[in-house]
């Protein structure tokens, strides 16, 4: 155990390494085992104390974007700056013991070979620590606390993503030792996209599309869907049905390594939360900047856009909420933001309203496709 102490430890110190690792179980226990190693040490040592949890700073003060040299997509990544969690600070004891009871966790169900999500972790934690875990925010945050500690993606600590994702349209999804699945007959519910993460890396994928488009609606998913609209324009569908989860990301991010020459597009709302979803997509997020590498993708915005508002008539725009405000002011403060993309908010701002893509509709039920069609034709998307 004292040479694993050895030779894992420096990974703790090691600034660098801002990145998380994907590592098999048996290496994150020892990285675990290292921490608690840590924290025995000093407090067995002459001079005894409880030592702080060094994590790497998940806050937008510590973010960067990587521009590719070799590839066009970019991604958020974290840089060289650290917090703690600190049993000796008021504020934060209870995150302190908090990282203590998930990483406990998570060797558990390592050493069980098993896989939760978060919902399920949540309701282990708030059966055997109520006094710690209330709430589902809670136990996410602690999980991201774990992975910046440890430096290892969630997939690797046992966590498996939740996920609402689903795919339609021209393409094969075959699984391992299955038939294989075409999406482009799996009518307007599309073929729900798992969780795990390893099955969605040993998919097979087939397809003669042209196109990739991410929609961040579920009703204009499955309106685009019931239309076949994939085969108007030979497309693949996909949607998370709002915010995107890890693994709608994770599939995504293997499609366009799949098929590189397939353009991504983005079909959101007018408005603030619209341009948070489809950044989402392209960077990832600071929250799981450690991870972002391995979601990003080079998505382009096809609609809802500013010269789209002349579709729509004026009594369907509506005035922008307090929220939409909120996230637009953290869209402006991010440096992630492109130069086209933050001239459309400021239209947003200046004008105080928001369009949702339903409104197309005042031009029929069919117009839908047509608007993608014509858009994608002329090449119209930022």
């Not at 030979?234 to 998370?240: G, H, K, N, Q």
């Not at 079909?267 to 929250?287: E, H, M």
């Not at 990003?296 to 609609?303: D, H, R």
């Not at 200046?350 to 029929?364: D, M, P, T």
């Amino acid at each position: 155990m004292d040479d694993l102490s050895k030779s894992s430890m420096k990974f703790f110190s090691d600034q660098q390494l801002c990145f998380a690792d994907i590592l098999l179980p048996h290496e994150v226990q020892a990285r675990i085992q290292v921490a608690v190693l840590n924290f025995l040490k000093i407090l067995s040592s002459p001079d005894p104390a409880i030592s702080d949890l060094p994590l790497i700073n998940r806050k937008s003060s510590n973010s960067r974007v990587s521009e590719g040299i070799l590839t066009d997509v970019s991604w958020i990544f974290l840089s060289h700056s650290f917090c703690s969690r600190s049993l000796m600070k008021a504020n934060a004891t209870k995150a302190f013991i908090r990282v203590w009871k998930v990483m406990e966790m998570c060797f558990e169900f390592l050493t069980q070979e098993k896989r939760v999500t978060q919902r399920e972790l949540f309701y282990k934690l708030l059966c055997d620590s109520p006094h710690y875990f209330s709430s589902q925010l809670q136990v996410n945050r602690t999980i991201q606390d774990v992975v910046a500690l440890l430096r290892c993606s969630r997939y690797s600590l046992g966590i498996m993503a939740s996920s609402k994702g689903l795919v339609a349209g021209r393409i094969l999804l075959q699984e391992p030792n299955q038939e294989a699945v075409d999406c482009s007959a799996c009518g307007s519910s599309g073929y729900a996209i798992s969780g795990d993460l390893n099955l969605l890396e040993s998919l097979i994928m087939k397809t003669d599309a042209r196109y990739i488009v991410v929609v961040e609606k579920h009703a204009i998913f499955q309106r685009l869907a019931e239309d076949h609209v994939f085969n108007q324009i030979p497309s693949i569908l996909l949607t998370a049905k709002g915010y995107p989860d890890i693994a709608t990301r994770f599939l995504l991010h293997r499609m366009s390594r799949a098929f590189p020459d397939l353009p991504i597009l983005a079909l959101v709302d007018w408005n603030p939360a619209g341009l948070a979803i489809l950044s989402t997509y392209k960077f990832g997020s600071i929250g799981m900047g450690l991870e972002a590498y391995r979601y990003a993708c080079n998505v382009k915005w096809l609609g809802l856009r500013g010269d789209d508002l002349q579709l729509i008539p004026q009594q369907s725009l509506a005035p922008l909420k307090p929220r939409d405000l909120q996230i637009a002011r953290s869209l402006i403060s991010s440096t992630t933001l492109q130069d086209n993309y933050r001239q459309e908010l400021a239209v947003m701002m200046q004008s105080g309203q928001r369009a949702e893509i339903e409104a197309l509709y005042f031009n029929g039920y069919d117009y839908l496709g047509k608007y993608l069609a014509k858009k994608i034709v002329q090449a119209n998307y930022i």
